[in-house]
Nanobody, 121 residues
Framework: QVQLVESGGGLVQAGGSLRLSCAAS????????MGWYRQVPGKQRELVAT???????NYADSVKGRFTISRDNAKRTAYLEMNSLKPEDTAVYYC???????????????WGQGTQVTVSS
């Protein structure tokens, strides 16, 4: 069974910083791209940032220059460093990863349970 567990969310004032972590566990052979998405009530989940297994990154325009995604392949963990936070960054942040398990030929998409980030003005 594969699990993605996020941590690091919380309440922060505008202009502050937070660092999210997403740790993958289970019978994993390989992890492809990992990413962070966010969702506010009544809206669709949106892409924040992704990173490939080789380290190539992609960001939503709204977070470019403020957020940095990284990963530690040995620890099977992805990170999202969030700086200069704005109230509009308030959302539940979800980790996503393409993971191939032992005994499987294909990779499948997995989601974490989400972590709340609240930015006060």
């Amino acid at each position: 069974q594969v699990q993605l567990v996020e941590s690091g969310g919380g309440l922060v004032q505008a202009g502050g910083s937070l660092r999210l972590s997403c740790a993958a566990s289970g019978s994993i052979i390989s992890i492809n791209a990992m990413g962070w998405y966010r969702q506010v009530p009544g809206k669709q989940r949106e892409l924040v940032a992704t990173i490939t297994s080789g380290g190539s990154t992609n960001y939503a325009d709204s977070v470019k220059g403020r957020f940095t995604i990284s990963r530690d392949n040995a620890k099977r963990t992805a990170y999202l460093e969030m700086n200069s936070l704005k109230p509009e960054d308030t959302a539940v942040y979800y980790c996503n990863a393409g993971i191939r398990q032992i005994g499987q030929r294909l990779s499948y998409n997995y989601w974490g349970q989400g972590t709340q980030v609240t930015v006060s003005s």
